[in-house]
């Protein structure tokens, strides 16, 4: 699928979502409802861009703290 701007390389569902992050599908939809992970709403149903996500995920990141003992 093309946009004007990117190519969007693959989109998942809510489950697909849940399942890749390891996490419930009710908290995919309470970080939609809360934005704080973009999506497409396609005809009343949700999509992901998995590049989007990989963002999402680097932005959480938190560093270790290096202990020098």
């Known amino acids: 699928m093309e946009t004007d701007s ?40 949700l999509r992901f861009e998995k590049s989007d996500i990989l963002d999402y995920l680097k932005k959480s990141r938190v560093e270790s703290v290096e202990n020098n003992i």
Do not use: C, H, M, Q
């Not at 998942?12 to 497409?40: C, G, M, N, Q, W």
């Open 6 to 45: 990117n190519i969007i390389t693959e989109l998942l569902t809510p489950d697909e979502l849940a399942k890749f992050l390891s996490i419930s599908r009710a908290t995919v939809y309470r970080l939609v409802e809360k934005r704080l992970i973009p999506f497409y709403k396609i005809r009343g149903s």
